[in-house]
């Protein structure tokens, strides 16, 4: 029963995002060679709001083999720690920028929470916020929030813009 509920509240979320970001071109636009503001809400919702259906579909048939707490204790917990640190790196992104929060919640996750070792939580640490940058701000020309680093990118506007 929980799964359906569950299922039905994402499908309803989806919609709301689905029709929030249609307000923006969902498109390619051709002005500026890249996604419309909207492209990415818009189909990222479309995507979560199919796979909220196929559990729903999925709970519907009765092909489930879930029985029991929907959280155990031990689960709670880590759900509540992540969702804590998601809330604090959201909070940190127009303060720090999302190069200094993204980076900062990877390390808790993957070396305080998941205790993996120092040469995966480093190359992934650095690798990302590079990734990101390229992919976002010089591919799709989506500029990500800087906050107090915003001047230490100035040099990199100047090379790819």
Do not use: Q
């Amino acid at each position: 029963m929980a799964d359906r509920v569950i299922a039905g509240a994402i499908m309803a979320l989806s919609l709301y995002f689905m029709w929030h970001a249609s307000e923006l071109s969902i498109g390619w636009n051709g002005m500026t060679g890249g996604p419309g503001g909207g492209a990415f809400p818009f189909w990222l919702s479309a995507i979560m709001f199919v796979c909220a259906g196929g559990i729903l579909m999925r709970s519907l048939r009765g092909k489930t083999n879930y029985s029991g707490n929907f959280f155990d204790p031990e689960t709670l917990s880590w759900v509540v720690s992540v969702a804590i640190a998601l809330a604090v790196t959201i909070a940190l992104m127009p303060i720090a920028g999302s190069y200094i929060a993204l980076p900062l919640f990877m390390f808790w996750y993957l070396k305080i929470f998941g205790k993996h070792s120092w040469t995966l939580t480093g190359a992934l640490c650095i690798c990302t916020p590079v990734f990101l940058f390229f992919f976002f701000e010089v591919t799709l020309k989506i500029l990500l929030p800087k906050g107090l680093t915003e001047p230490l990118f100035f040099p990199l506007y100047a090379m790819f813009f």
